[in-house]
């Protein structure tokens, strides 16, 4: 292995095991502040919990152009 991959290596298992730290020291300091009891959520969050989130946007998006991708070489080839 070259002097350039190793000295990127090391610095990719840094920010790695920095990363795997300070995420640990988060979900701790969570923990202890929120205790066991969960807050209420609110009525319009509830009510657009998965109208206005963008993971299941970027996925119906994704599939729909997916489908016209399909449906496109479908109907160009056949």
Do not use: C, H, W
Not at 16 to 33: D, E, H, S
Request: charged share 15%.
């Amino acid at each position: 292995m070259s002097t350039y991959m190793m000295i990127l290596s090391l610095l990719v298992l840094l920010i790695a095991a920095i990363g795997f730290v300070y995420t640990l020291k988060v979900t701790r300091l969570q923990k202890t502040l929120k205790g066991n009891q969960d807050t209420a959520i609110p009525k319009d969050v509830q009510e657009g919990a998965y109208k206005r989130n963008p993971i299941f946007l970027s996925y119906i998006i994704g599939f729909g152009a997916l489908l016209l991708f399909i449906l496109y070489l479908f109907f160009k080839f056949y």
